[in-house]
């Protein structure tokens, strides 16, 4: 994720703003106003982010449980200056917004699952810091995916964090009881 400038010297992005930016094909996300635009991040994360949607979603939306949502939905943290980030997958229940909700813009209900890929153009580090971020903001459970070690690093908001490899299984702990799969299968479904 690249630094874009503020507007001027004194004045900051807002979420109107990024939507507009969005509309002429400028993607990014804000942190306290500032503009971060974001690269597209190859087949390789794309394929990765299809097959933790199409797990994730196959066990949420027959139940109902809630909203599977993709990278591009934005999530608004903060306002004056605003904060948007865009995880890569989130999960939101339904008991925190209900499915009939008709939500325009960016939704302001944090996610109670994150989903993060390294991408070839991201610094682990950074990955890593903004799924700590998420944490912050009240997300209860959040997951690295290496594509590069092929691991998963949970991250829980009650508990150390921990990886598992291909030989593991994930499962959805409190924030999606029932839910599990092979980690192989988020790289090669």
């Not at 939306?61 to 608004?76: F, M």
């Not at 997300?139 to 070690?149: G, K």
Request: charged share 25%; with cysteine.
């Amino acid at each position: 994720m690249n630094a874009a400038t503020t507007k001027s010297k004194t004045d900051l992005f807002t979420a109107d703003d990024l939507l507009r930016l969005y509309s002429e094909g400028i993607r990014g996300e804000l942190i306290r106003g500032v503009l971060y635009e974001t690269l597209a991040a190859g087949l390789e994360r794309g394929k990765i982010a299809v097959n933790m949607s199409i797990l994730v979603g196959s066990f949420v939306k027959p139940a109902r449980l809630g909203w599977v949502i993709a990278s591009d939905a934005g999530i608004r943290l903060e306002r004056d200056p605003d904060t948007i980030r865009e995880p890569d997958l989130a999960f939101m229940s339904a008991e925190k917004l209900p499915l009939d909700t008709p939500v325009p813009g960016y939704s302001e209900v944090v996610p109670d699952l994150v989903v993060e890929i390294i991408s070839p153009n991201d610094r682990p580090v950074a990955v890593y810091d903004k799924a700590q971020m998420w944490l912050r903001y009240g997300v209860r459970l959040a997951l690295l995916i290496d594509p590069d070690t092929r691991t998963v690093t949970v991250l829980p908001h009650d508990g150390p964090a921990y990886t598992l490899t291909e030989a593991d299984t994930l499962d959805g702990g409190d924030v999606l009881p029932g839910f599990s799969c092979a980690v192989s299968d988020i790289f090669d479904l």
